[in-house]
């Protein structure tokens, strides 16, 4: 896709479009599994306030309390990496508390018949 442009940042320092009063839109799908729990409220705001009005911040996280350390990563080895799982009521509540509304979410049981072992959780807020 050469007419697509990409740009690496820290996640915690999201800016609005340049052409625009916001996103429609910021997806953090499985982009908060390696922050620890005390860094997730400001990681949660910083993804939501550039949302423009109307606009959606769309999560997908490990459900849990526990970190899970893993060495293999679809059948390769990988240096140890850790993945963090969230308390799914410490999620909503860093969701409403970045000022969003209309909070929907839910968890869903691992599919087992992929190897998965935690509970994933899914969470929806809009900018008002």
Same mark, same amino acid.
């Given at each position: 896709?050469? /007419?697509?442009?990409?740009?690496? +940042?820290?996640? $915690? !320092?999201?800016?609005?479009?340049?052409?625009?009063? +916001?996103?429609?839109?910021?997806? &953090?799908? #499985?982009?908060?599994? %390696?922050?620890?729990?005390?860094?997730?409220?400001?990681?949660?705001?910083?993804?939501?306030?550039?949302?423009?009005?109307? +606009?959606?911040?769309?999560? &997908?996280? %490990?459900?849990?309390?526990? *970190?899970?350390?893993?060495?293999?990563?679809?059948?390769?080895?990988?240096?140890?990496? /850790?993945?963090?799982?969230? /308390?799914?009521?410490?999620?909503?509540?860093?969701?409403?508390?970045? &000022?969003?509304? /209309?909070?929907?979410? #839910?968890?869903? +049981?691992?599919?087992?018949?992929?190897?998965?072992?935690? !509970?994933?959780? #899914? *969470? *929806? &807020? $809009?900018?008002?």
């Amino acid at each position: 896709h050469p /007419d697509v442009h990409f740009e690496v +940042g820290d996640l $915690r !320092q999201l800016m609005r479009p340049a052409a625009a009063a +916001g996103w429609g839109a910021v997806l &953090g799908w #499985y982009s908060l599994i %390696h922050l620890a729990a005390s860094e997730l409220p400001g990681a949660v705001a910083a993804l939501a306030r550039p949302l423009a009005p109307g +606009g959606l911040l769309v999560l &997908g996280l %490990h459900a849990g309390d526990d *970190v899970r350390r893993v060495t293999r990563w679809f059948e390769v080895e990988v240096p140890a990496l /850790d993945f963090v799982l969230h /308390d799914a009521a410490a999620v909503v509540a860093a969701v409403r508390a970045a &000022g969003l509304a /209309d909070v929907e979410w #839910y968890l869903r +049981g691992p599919h087992e018949w992929r190897g998965e072992t935690t !509970q994933r959780l #899914y *969470v *929806v &807020g $809009r900018r008002v």
